[in-house]
Nanobody
Framework: QVQLVDSGGDSVQAGGSLRLSCSASGSVWCMGWFRQPPGKEREGVAAISRTGSARYYADSVTGRFTVSRDNAKNTTYLQMRNLAPEDTATYYC???????????????????WGQGTQVTVSS
């Protein structure tokens, strides 16, 4: 069993930046970030392979968000820049024992989930 603790959410103005962190209690393969806006479905935002050599992004965040990981610390990060009101959501990190390729956006890929951290972007 791997426990995930995600943090770093806050309220910011449009155009601002935030960095989310996800601390894992053990080693996993694919680490993903999802978000769920109010009243909407949960969607995959980004994912990173175990070694960090492969990174995946949703079209809506490409060029603005960067996913990274520090395996020595069992921590994954989501750097978010140029935030917009439509980025407002609860963000969740997720961990999988499977590789990311081809399946990273499917919530069912992941074995463990963080508790969520709220990001609110005002215009």
């Amino acid at each position: 069993q791997v426990q995930l603790v995600d943090s770093g959410g806050d309220s910011v103005q449009a155009g601002g930046s935030l960095r989310l962190s996800c601390s894992a209690s053990g080693s996993v393969w694919c680490m993903g970030w999802f978000r769920q806006p109010p009243g909407k479905e949960r969607e995959g935002v980004a994912a990173i392979s175990r070694t960090g050599s492969a990174r995946y992004y949703a079209d809506s965040v490409t060029g603005r968000f960067t996913v990274s990981r520090d395996n020595a610390k069992n921590t994954t990060y989501l750097q978010m820049r140029n935030l917009a009101p439509e980025d407002t959501a609860t963000y969740y990190c997720a961990a999988s024992y499977r590789a990311c390729a081809g399946i990273w956006q499917a919530a069912g890929t992941y074995n463990f989930w963080g508790q969520g951290t709220q990001v609110t972007v005002s215009s």
